[in-house]
T-cell receptor, first 110, second 116 residues
Framework: QKEVEQDPGPLSVPEGAIVSLNCTYSNSAFQYFMWYRQYSRKGPELLMY????GNKEDGRFTAQVDKSSKYISLFIRDSQPSDSATYLC??????????FGIGTKLQVIP | ETGVTQTPRHLVMGMTNKKSLKCEQHLGHNAMYWYKQSAKKPLELMFVYNFKEQTENNSVPSRFSPECPNSSHLFLHLHTLQPEDSALYLCASSQIQGLGSTGELFFGEGSRLTVL
């Protein structure tokens, strides 16, 4: 079993839709949860960061962590074509080893 | 220059060549990393440097040789690579405190390597 499972997609949605991206994990030691966005031919950029369980909102983006279910989500409201990218979930136990998901490729159709 | 810069952006090399990838971070961080990104695989951590000292070598073949002359610069020296080493090589930096790290990484744009 992989430490982090993420559906690679691709996921295609119409502009304005609510997008839900998810990851599951198996390591209960993970405490820090991140979402990175990677545009084509670019490096990943940190989009959202959450410590432990709960929700965090930043503009159109909401990150949720449910440690009891070992499940994290990223919601994108009012999706835009500029949101088309690959979204990587990542998590760590407080040390420098960060474990990444495979990434979900999202395409928002105008 | 801001953030993390990597050069070259693209590199094509034969299996017998020797080349180097360069990374520079302008964020004042104290840790730097090399990651490998291959198609349909998660990011793979290769090397970690804290305060310019290597603290992790994630079972990387010796044909990859890292060098960290100071906290701002990181190199990856390449020699006698194999075609399966073709990938995007990403440099990242972070700020660590003691043994702890939140995992927030700042990545460069990567060096796309093709081995013929």
């Amino acid at each position: 079993q992989k430490e982090v499972e993420q559906d690679p997609g691709p996921l295609s949605v119409p502009e304005g839709a609510i997008v839900s991206l998810n990851c599951t994990y198996s390591n209960s030691a993970f405490q820090y949860f991140m979402w990175y966005r990677q545009y084509s031919r670019k490096g990943p950029e940190l989009l959202m960061y959450t410590y432990s369980s709960g929700n965090k909102e930043d503009g159109r983006f909401t990150a949720q962590v449910d440690k009891s279910s070992k499940y994290i989500s990223l919601f994108i409201r009012d999706s835009q074509p500029s949101d088309s990218a690959t979204y990587l979930c990542a998590m760590s136990g407080g040390y420098q080893k960060v474990t990444f998901g495979i990434g979900t490729k999202l395409q928002v159709i105008p | 220059e801001t953030g993390v810069t990597q050069t070259p952006r693209h590199l094509v090399m034969g299996m017998t060549n020797k080349k180097s990838l360069k990374c520079e971070q302008h964020l004042g961080h104290n840790a730097m990393y090399w990651y490998k990104q291959s198609a349909k695989k998660p990011l793979e951590l290769m090397f970690v440097y804290n305060f310019k000292e290597q603290t992790e070598n994630n079972s990387v073949p010796s044909r990859f040789s890292p060098e960290c002359p100071n906290s701002s610069h990181l190199f990856l020296h390449l020699h006698t690579l194999q075609p399966e080493d073709s990938a995007l090589y990403l440099c990242a930096s972070s700020q660590i405190q003691g043994l702890g790290s939140t995992g927030e990484l700042f990545f460069g744009e990567g060096s796309r390597l093709t081995v013929l």
